[in-house]
Structures are given as structure tokens and as C-alpha cells.
């Protein structure tokens, strides 16, 4: 089974400062999904970001940005000229690509970090 | 656009009675429709998902029972609550391959 591992529990950042969240990942598959969601205090998760495992060009969403390295199965969102709107619990999650018992209706988080922006 | 709607924000419920929670999504036909669990200070955990009218998947066993009586309409239940069951529920939908877009979520608290 797959597992999505964010080992930054908490991270704190100045305002207009750039922040790297890290991400890792356990798989044997190769199509899948990558996402970066964002859960403020309001607690809807807001998708950020998100990449295709085929695709080597990392992706990138005006101040977010992705550094995906496939072989060492590495996924961390870069957040520049941070903003305190910012400041939320941020998960990475994984999506097979292949639709065998349901794979690819199921997103496998990992546990978050709580980005906290300083002003 | 679509929109999705989720309620209640927020319930409490004594151990053994039973749950109902209900989630529509507007502005679009044959939608993927998921429920996911958090736990506190922990991701979030698929618990069931269905592709039509009265199909669903379950992803792990438990106290649940998810139903699909509507195109649009995706209902959570339990017949009796359990401590353990207390969460913050979020329904989701898919579009296209990739975006999975969320409701507001409920908060879901089993005393």
C-alpha cells in the first residue's frame, strides 16, 4: 500500500519569506498523482498544487511551486513571498493512476504540517 | 460552476444513537462522491466512494454505512454511534482525473 510521509510537523516562516514544506512518498506504481492541499482554520481543504508522475516539469501556481524528484520519490511545495493568508495545515497526498480495486478513487494523505506565518 | 453542500457544520450525538449526514453537489451529472474522515491532528482517511446511484465502495470496515439514493446526493449514516466514531467528515466529488474539490465538512462529536 501506498504511504505519504510529511516528517515537518511544524514549520514557521516570515512574511514575504519563502518556505520549503517537504514530502515523501512510498510507492511501486508508476502513473500517479501528487497533491498539496491547504485546510486553514476553517477547515475546508483547498487544493494548491498538483502534479503528474509522467510529467517531469515541476508545477507551479503563481507563488507555489513543486520540486518533484520521482527516483527518490520526493514531493516538497515551495511557498514564495509568503502571505499570512497562508498560514494553514498543508497535506500532501497521493493518487494511483490506475483504476485496479479502486486505486484511483482514493487519495492517501499524509499526517500535515502547520505552516505558521510571522509578521 | 459547481458548488457542494455539506450539513451540518457541526454535531453532537450521544454514544448508540444514530447518524445521518448528507452531502448534494450542484452543477454537475454523475459525479465521483467520496466521504473522508480526519482524526484529530491526523490526515484525512477515505471511507467510502461510489461512481453511480447505489454504488458504493467501502475502503475500511467500521460503524458506517454510506448510501447514494440521488445522482447528486451522498448520505453518511451510522445506526448506532460509538465514541470512535467522533471525527471532522468531509464529503468530497471528483472532476475530471485529478481535482477532488471539498465541502465545508461537519464536526462530528460522540459523547
Known sequence: ?119 | SQTIHQWPATLVQPVGSPLSLECTVEGTSNPNLYWYRQAAGRGLQLLFYSVGIGQISSEVPQNLSASRPQDRQFILSSKKLLLSDSGFYLCAWREGREKLFFGSGTQLSVL
Do not use: H
Open chain 1, 1 to 119: 500500500a501506498q504511504t505519504v510521509t510529511q516528517s515537518q510537523p511544524e514549520m514557521s516562516v516570515q512574511e514575504a519569506e519563502t518556505v520549503t514544506l517537504s514530502c515523501t512518498y512510498d510507492t511501486s506504481e508508476s502513473d500517479y498523482y501528487l497533491f498539496w492541499y491547504k485546510q486553514p482554520p476553517s477547515r475546508q481543504m483547498i487544493l494548491v498544487i498538483r502534479q503528474e508522475a509522467y510529467k517531469q516539469q515541476n508545477a507551479t501556481e503563481n507563488r507555489f511551486s513543486v520540486n518533484f524528484q520521482k527516483a527518490a520519490k520526493s514531493f516538497s511545495l515551495k511557498i514564495s513571498d509568503s502571505q499570512l493568508g497562508d498560514a494553514a495545515m498543508y497535506f500532501c497526498a497521493y493518487r494511483s493512476a490506475y483504476s485496479w480495486q479502486g486505486g484511483s478513487e482514493k487519495l492517501v494523505f499524509g499526517k500535515g504540517t502547520k505552516l505558521t506565518v510571522n509578521p
